[in-house]
């Protein structure tokens, strides 16, 4: 059944929000002091993104146009992003860690006549280059007088756009009237695993299919408060943006991954999506925390997550949870679950997952505390979510069914394969890579390997490319190894199995920096830096017994023979992690090359001898 989408683009979208509810909550900032909220209406949103998108047609931009944002997430980028699209034009996306060489090429291939950038810093990495860009626009920092182009503050881009807009009040409805489906909304440049980026083309169809298919799914009501983090120059972000508009729900925005969890309880949100890595650091400092000191509390959060996993386990499997369980886990919320639903704000109904995979232990542990992950699914290329568990249906390891009318299969080699409105346009300026990227009926390769169950839920295994042969035959899946991992050994950052033409399976693993220093905290290594800790026998010892019980849990030949414990985590400085937090392994195996040539050469980072994890048995 086709999804009635009654939006013909963003701007038509945002306008009927204006006019629906003025006075409502629409996006809130963090004060100058982090301790209240500054809100903006949907009404006083209305007034800044168009007086933004007024601003860029006095300088030239018109339909189509491109307008890049390099930034970090907050309110401004939010409000430019809508800005651009209410002037006819596209949003080019560039990520603030991105390198110069990088953000000019992104810049010059998407034909970007206006950059709008955080603040100087941002703007010198097009200094010098060729492009067309014809204006930069600051968030922040004072204009340079001299500069070429010329730069201006967004203040006076938004004074630029009263005074046109008191020349011609209904510009903005006049390009919203030319504006059609088909019309280009944004170009996001896919980070990617390997070469350079290439320019997804997404729609204001695609965007608006986004908004809608989020509504009545029982995730996001009119009456939650989101917390958006995320990265807005990535598509989850863009998706997310447009969900909240569709049903008018208040949107706290602020990019400060560090300032996260010390917000969480002034803010107080119904709802927050993430990427796994903040699960995972979650996860890590509560499990660290509860366990350190041993005796009666790690008893009693042992005992409390037993209680929790299994009145889940009860739940999936659809049977009844007795009076008794429900006993003991009241007895487990209150004792142990309920302090870190505080220390999450004491307020959420449930949280979201997506950009990359979830470990299915951590996703048990959260549910068992009553904070349930629902998992979702989709690339840039499909406008991020196509697929997401829901409130009440949440089937855990799976990434749920599929949103609106979206049409999914799997081919005969176990890829997944799309089709709808939310797919791509194309790779700008890249037409042969867009031929190979979809099939002769139209479907889009999704590069992922999954399963379809009879209910429709999707299972992803891995990503086709990242299927690893060994030299005896056998395909490894790296990603779930790697999940299982990060659930098994709380001290863990980042994990990345090795195992390409080899004939073993090895691992390299990144420490969290504040759990291991936590850990070394009393001992013989306290006070040390982390490469130091993690050079130690004894950081070697506690990662070996993970290791241990991680093979325990793993077919024979997939089973981890050595491991190397990174002197620093993986970043995306060094190319080894996209900004989306997806592993880049081929740099990963570039930059650690000598650390995976010495595991095989069996002089570095082996399971001691003496430890029970090196008598297991292997093919």
Not at 440 to 454: K, S
Request: hydrophobic share 40%.
């Amino acid at each position: 059944m086709a999804l009635e989408v009654p939006y013909t683009s963003i701007p038509d979208m945002l306008l009927r929000r204006v006019a629906a509810t003025p006075d409502g909550r629409a996006f809130g900032s963090p004060s100058a002091d982090d301790t209240a909220i500054d809100w903006l209406t949907w009404a006083q949103v209305g007034e800044r993104t168009k007086a933004i998108a007024a601003g860029l047609v006095s300088l030239g931009i018109g339909i189509e146009d491109r307008v890049s944002i390099v930034s970090n997430t907050r309110i401004e980028w939010v409000l430019a992003d809508l800005g651009v699209n209410l002037a006819g034009a596209a949003t080019t996306t560039v990520y603030p860690t991105t390198e110069p060489e990088d953000a000019a090429y992104i810049v010059a291939d998407s034909g970007s006549k206006v950059v709008i950038a955080e603040d100087p810093k941002q703007a010198l990495k097009l200094a010098g280059t060729d492009n067309a860009v014809t204006h930069v626009v600051l968030f922040d920092g004072l204009p340079d007088a001299a500069a070429q182009p010329p730069q201006l503050t967004l203040a006076e881009l938004e004074e630029r756009g009263r005074a046109r807009l008191a020349e011609t009040p209904e510009l903005i409805e006049e390009i919203a009237g030319r504006l059609g489906p088909d019309n280009l909304a944004t170009l996001i440049y896919t980070s990617g695993t390997t070469g350079r980026p290439k320019g997804v083309q997404l729609t204001h169809a695609c965007w608006c299919w986004e908004g809608v298919a989020q509504g009545g799914l029982g995730l996001f009501e009119p009456s939650d408060m989101q917390y958006l983090w995320l990265p807005l120059a990535h598509a989850f972000g863009k998706c997310l943006t447009c969900g909240v508009i569709h049903v008018g729900a208040p949107t706290y925005v602020d990019g400060r991954v560090d300032k996260l969890v010390e917000l969480l309880p002034m803010v107080r949100p119904t709802l927050m999506c993430a990427a796994p890595r903040i699960f995972e650091k979650v996860y890590n400092r509560t499990v660290t925390t509860a366990t350190a000191g041993g005796g009666l509390k790690a008893k009693i959060f042992g005992w409390a997550v037993r209680t929790g996993k299994e009145k889940v386990a009860r739940e999936q499997a659809g049977r009844p949870v007795s009076g008794a369980l429900k006993a003991r886990y009241a007895i487990a919320e209150r004792l142990v679950f309920s302090q870190l639903q505080q220390r999450l704000g004491g307020n959420l109904r449930l949280l979201v997952s997506g950009s990359a995979p979830l470990s299915r232990d951590i996703a048990e542990f959260f549910a068992a505390a009553n904070l349930p992950i629902m998992e979702g699914y989709g690339l840039t290329e499909t406008s991020a979510a196509i697929f997401v568990n829901r409130l009440g249906r949440l089937k855990i390891g799976s990434v749920g069914e599929a949103l609106g009318d979206l049409e999914c299969r799997i081919d005969h080699d176990g890829e997944v394969l799309v089709k709808g409105t939310p797919v791509m346009r194309g790779y700008h300026n890249l037409p042969q890579e867009t031929a190979e990227a979809f099939t002769e009926d139209g479907f889009l390769r999704t590069g992922d390997i999954g399963e379809l169950d009879d209910d429709g839920y999707l299972t992803i295994t891995d990503r086709k490319k990242d299927l690893v042969k060994t030299s005896g035959g056998k395909y490894i899946a790296p990603s779930a190894i790697e999940g299982m991992f990060k659930a098994v050994c709380p001290y863990t950052s980042q994990v990345v199995v090795v195992g390409q033409a080899r004939n073993f399976v090895t691992m390299l693993v990144s420490l969290d920096e504040d759990a291991i220093a936590a850990w070394a905290a009393g001992g013989p290594h306290a006070g040390r830096t982390y490469a130091e800790i993690v050079a130690s026998p004894e950081a070697e010892k506690l990662v070996a017994g993970y290791v241990e019980e991680l093979n325990g849990k793993l077919n024979r030949w997939e089973t981890v023979k050595k491991f190397a414990i990174l002197p620093r985590d993986l970043t995306i400085e060094h190319g080894e992690i996209t900004p989306s937090m997806k592993i880049k392994r081929r740099s990963v195996e570039a930059n650690f090359s000598d650390q995976i040539d010495k595991m095989y050469e069996g002089s570095l980072a082996k399971i001691p001898s003496n430890h029970p994890a090196a008598t297991l048995k292997t093919d």
